[in-house]
């Protein structure tokens, strides 16, 4: 299965994605688009045609994006959700399922620890992949948004199996 992990921006998107194999993950390919000041409308386009260009690329079959926190400026807010949107419409488009997850809940599954710093993301991300280069922290963020929701997908498929099992115990 490959996952795209999508961490949202409006100047800098980060994207990566990865691949998993039972329970293995491996680094497919990461970057940032990004897009450069001025008209709202033409920089949302860009993250658009961006993103469909990455799903185009690297065909996952499943996505993962960050949900937007709130900050003390409202106009940032606003931008960064309609570039949130974004994130989430072109996976939809493309018939992929798609996890959000909160920041504290990436870093808490990938680190162990809900608010580790930047540094301790990057480590534990190039622990779990393997000689992977980081386009940019951007491309770091999205691909250890990529790894929260391989984790959480191998919990819940762990689930499902136990519970068919037991099923079957049941009624055999």
Not at 58 to 64: E, G, L, N, S, V
Not at 111 to 136: C, I
Request: proline share 4%; glycine share 12%; with cysteine.
């Amino acid at each position: 299965m490959r996952i795209l992990g999508i961490d949202p921006g409006l100047a800098n998107m980060g994207w990566g994605v990865i691949e998993m194999v039972g329970p293995r993950l491996r680094h497919v390919a990461n970057g940032i688009i990004k897009t450069k000041t001025g008209d709202l409308g033409a920089r949302l386009l860009a993250l658009h045609t961006g993103l469909s260009d990455v799903i185009a690329q690297h065909a996952p079959d499943a996505a993962a994006v960050e949900q937007t926190f709130v900050n003390k400026d409202g106009v940032a807010t606003l931008k960064l959700g309609q570039a949130r949107g974004i994130a989430m419409l072109v996976p939809a488009q493309a018939g992929l399922t798609i996890g959000e997850y909160a920041p504290n809940a990436v870093k808490k599954t990938v680190v162990g620890v809900g608010h580790a710093a930047k540094e301790q993301v990057q480590h534990m991300v190039k622990m779990q992949l393997p000689g992977v280069v980081f386009d940019g922290p951007d491309a770091a963020d999205a691909l250890a948004i990529a790894i929260c929701h391989a984790h959480q997908r191998g919990v819940g498929t762990g689930l499902e199996k136990a519970l068919k099992a037991q099923e079957m115990r049941v009624a055999g």
